[in-house]
């Protein structure tokens, strides 16, 4: 029997009474009062003690009128209630969130890696050449965007694809003039700067408008088509590093949430690519949970993002780009870190602007005009991206605006094909 209880004054007492009958043994009382009988003893010799004193605990009189009172339950109150808040924003900001990573997770079980293309059996010495590396910037395709020629008086026929048909002569041109018109030089690296509005979302009802009227199977396909151009690519130069950045048209809320750049559906068309890539070993991938990033490349840094934090006036972005660089500059000077480039895309206008300190490259677009641009800003512009080298001593060393459009784009691609069968959650 267990021998638990309390050793109180009220305990001896009731022990030497019974002591004092003298009816029961020594171990009866131990066990009528869940005692050892060797404390039972320690009774009878009369040296027990209580081990627990009964103390009297008076509760404190509260006035419910108290005005410190009031104040502290009213401040308990509203931490409560801003607490329940905080909890309901932090559960939606996880399930918003787990989103894309849980389709990225699934995908892994679902997505057939490519297999990446031999190398040229004739390799080229490197001997006397030009060592440099090489970018080429990829954005504002809105490759899943559908533009019909009489919605824009006939200056643009635009669909998925077209699209595809597009990335082939960006690839054969970048192959083509690194290769062999520039046959004295050895590329180490090719940097892509893949910085976003790679599909155009659901801003602006945009997905009604789109090839496949679904944002995941846009971004599914977008994907595999980037995967293609960079197993193509991966043929030809010993390393590929591909720098993704989120755009404005894949945003999945009203207004830019600055604290999710992977809450967007070009983080998806990245993962996707990433994920067809994984047996090419050459080629990187660097998808940073941010809207911008600071690469070095043969010593020169780049600062890359969208762009479309850059606010324009009167159509005219120039003044905000000024404003915008000048500051970064001041921001990474305080730091001493040196940046000379600043690219960006978003404005679907190639061109560059020189300063003292450095240099802004804007990207051109895939898509010539559409609808809006056509009628609301009269916009129209030759689809093409930028390509340049880099040098360890001069920096860029020279340009070329890779032009995208081919006489036969509008019968669909020669070599590139998407299959979404397999890819489908």
Known sequence: MAKNTPKTQELI???????????????SIASLHRVSVSYVCTVAKGTAKPLIKDVKIDEPKVDPTDARILE???KLIAL????NRLSKVYKAAQRKNSIFEAVADELKKTVTPIKPLPRPLNQKTTKGKIWESCVLHLSDEHADTIVLPHQVSGLERYSFKVALRRAEELVSTVVRFTQKTLSNYHFTTLWIFANGDHVSGEIHNAKDHSEYRNMFKNSLAVGQMHSLMFRDLAKHFPTIKVLYLSGNHGRRTSKKDYHNPHDNWDYLVAKVAQLHCKDIPNVQFLIPDSFSANVDIEGHGFCVSHGDDIRSWNSIPWYGIERKTRRLMALNAAVDRKVKYYCFGHFHNPASQTSLNGEVIINGSWVATDPYAINSLSVFNEPSQWLHGVHTKNGISWRLNVSLKSDREHLGPDRYSVNLEEVTC
Do not use: T, V
């Open 80 to 83: 409560n209630d801003e607490r």
């Open 13 to 27: 007492d009731a022990i030497k009474a019974d002591l004092e009958l003298s009816k029961l043994s020594n171990r």
């Open 72 to 74: 502290l339950e009213s």
